[in-house]
């Protein structure tokens, strides 16, 4: 099927496994699952909006704009992270954010069942072959845990990025080729969009998955000219004719694959790479449209495809489509007239000014009044990996010594595997267009919650916080995940903690993104106290602290605090960010 038929269906009609792509890669297998009924049919309107600037925010400052900063740009704050932030001054909380840490050691054997290279060393310099698949998992594996470990803004725009400049590790088929491209998102997650598009164009991976590697003179091969310009840069704009899209046009496609002619892959071991063969160049004069003002990119064999980046980014349009996906990834989906004057074209011009480094522009925002706006916060459907990934952050649960490898692997690989089936798989967009929820309209991040993914999200939640948590068995050996409800109030102050309302209230103020009504208040506290007074929790709170070994008291409490967080983590607000 034709990739940009597929992208025009109605969203009602799109499933999460969806079909075959012009690319010749299929989706990947998520539970197939239309879009809910419920979701949006039209973009909102009714609803008001903010008209707030990007003037640097000057209003409150503390543990609930802190957390609201921290969950948009990390992945599930901590408590003892939030209250951090919130006693540094929100400059000092940025520079942290927007410092990018030293490159992560690279993945390692966690599978045993891979025995061509020993448990816990690296699989980078040996070759390919039917054992990929476990290091497949090794590699997404591998990323979870930094997620995991997400202190930076790092992490979250490599994953934004992994849904712009799309590939899938599936259907590369080769873990250190992927490897090289999630190393090179993470190098320039923080730095140059320009140059981050000069090097995803002769990069390994985007050879491989959109058809680079068949591109040569007299046969050239559309589909990177075609994406690069539909969706990783300029974008189509409105129809104005056959084959004009405003801003390029059909011969601006096969302009740019001639362009991008003579480039290959190469997946030789040690090292995987790409190289250029002068032969199979297109050596001719490339004409571009008037979109272009009918520029031309004569023959600069190996260094022509950085001219056709640069002519690309000299287009205004290329920052403005960038500065809208920042907007949709951080803020929230809708861009009306005034988000459009007031944000996103000056954010643009910023972006331009500053030769497209995207920092500037992350600080610009996130510093502002517009972001901090109160219509701003709670109104993003958190993504599977933000909800997955934040549960087992938030609530601190504890995974094996770094020693274990084998285990620490496999935990990794479920919490990937309970995000794939949410429908986010890491490493994995269903398509070249990445995931719908960041492009789809009118449903955008609606679409993450559905009759399938809503109880699996659930399940997963109500699982962790048991009694016996979820076990997964692994080489042999049980391992637990597992919400340690008594530690993480034992953590709190000890007036909060033996008090059933401020213990309440720090609960919701560390996992819920705006504050609860009174009668979901009360409801809670009844789901900590059913029909007890409030007494009985300071009680049976200060008892168990005066004989913490004592089994009985600590059951009675922990049985108590696993309602409560269960029914936090149920609640509506609790899905929000």
Request: aromatic share 10%; with cysteine.
């Amino acid at each position: 099927m034709d990739r940009r038929t597929f992208l025009r269906k109605p969203a009602t009609a799109i499933a999460a496994s969806g079909p075959a792509l012009a690319t010749g890669f299929s989706a990947n297998s998520d539970p197939p699952e239309t879009v809910s009924p419920f979701a949006n049919k039209a973009l909102p309107t009714t609803l008001a909006r903010v008209t707030s600037t990007l003037t640097p925010y000057t209003g409150p400052w503390g543990y609930a704009q802190a957390a609201h900063l921290l969950r948009r740009s990390t992945f599930g704050p901590t408590r003892a992270e939030i209250t951090t932030a919130a006693g540094q001054s929100l400059t000092q909380v940025l520079n942290r954010l927007l410092t990018v840490p030293a490159a992560p050691a690279p993945p390692v054997n966690g599978f045993s069942r891979d025995t061509t290279v020993p448990v816990g060393q690296s699989w980078l310099t040996t070759a390919n072959g039917p054992e990929d698949y476990l290091r497949r998992n090794s590699l997404r594996s591998w990323w979870l845990n930094l997620l995991l470990q997400s202190t930076t803004l790092v992490e979250k725009m490599t994953l934004l990025w992994s849904s712009h400049f799309v590939t899938e590790i599936e259907e590369v088929e080769d873990a250190r080729i992927s490897y090289d491209y999630i190393a090179l998102l993470r190098r320039q997650a923080l730095g140059n969009v320009k140059q981050l598009a000069k090097d995803i164009t002769v990069a390994p991976a985007m050879l491989r998955y959109l058809n680079g590697n068949q591109n040569r003179v007299g046969a050239p091969n559309e589909n990177f000219g075609r994406e690069l310009l539909e969706l990783f840069t300029v974008g189509k704009g409105p129809l104005i004719g056959p084959g004009n899209y405003t801003y390029y046009t059909e011969d601006d496609v096969q302009a740019a694959a001639k362009v991008m002619t003579g480039w290959r892959d190469s997946n030789a071991t040690p090292d995987v790479g790409s190289n250029f063969t002068a032969a199979r160049h297109d050596t001719t004069t490339k004409q571009f449209s008037s979109a272009f003002g009918n520029a031309t990119i004569a023959n600069q064999g190996d260094q022509e495809y950085g001219a056709l980046i640069n002519l690309i980014f000299d287009q205004d349009e290329t920052a403005t489509a960038l500065v809208r996906r920042l907007y949709r990834w951080f803020v929230y989906y809708v861009i009306d007239a005034t988000t459009e004057r007031n944000i996103i074209q000056p954010l643009a011009t910023q972006l331009r000014q500053n030769g497209y480094n995207i920092a500037p522009v992350l600080r610009t925002l996130l510093s502002s009044e517009h972001f901090f706006d109160t219509l701003n916060i709670g109104c993003f459907i958190k993504s599977p990996l933000d909800f997955v990934v934040g549960v087992v952050r938030q609530l601190e649960v504890s995974f094996p010594a770094a020693t274990n490898v084998v285990a620490r692997y496999g935990l990794w690989q479920y919490l990937t595997d309970v995000a794939t089936g949410q429908q986010q798989r890491l490493g994995d967009p269903p398509n070249v267009a990445g995931w719908a929820a960041y492009w789809q309209t009118p449903q955008y991040n609606e679409i993450w919650i559905n009759a399938v993914t809503l109880p699996l999200r659930n399940q997963f939640t109500d699982n962790l916080v048991r009694q016996n948590g979820i076990t997964r068995n692994i080489d042999g050996t049980n391992h637990v995940l597992k919400i340690d409800v008594v530690a993480l109030v034992q953590g709190f102050p000890a007036t909060t903690a033996s008090d059933c309302n401020l213990l309440i209230a720090e609960f919701v103020k560390l996992l819920l993104p705006t504050p609860l009504t009174a009668n979901q208040l009360a409801y809670l506290n009844d789901a900590l106290l059913p029909g007890l007074p409030d007494f009985e929790w300071t009680d049976e709170w200060q008892d168990f602290r005066s004989t913490p070994n004592d089994a009985t008291k600590r059951a009675a409490v922990e049985t108590k605090l696993r309602a409560l967080l269960r029914q936090i983590m149920g609640m509506a607000e609790f899905h929000l960010s």
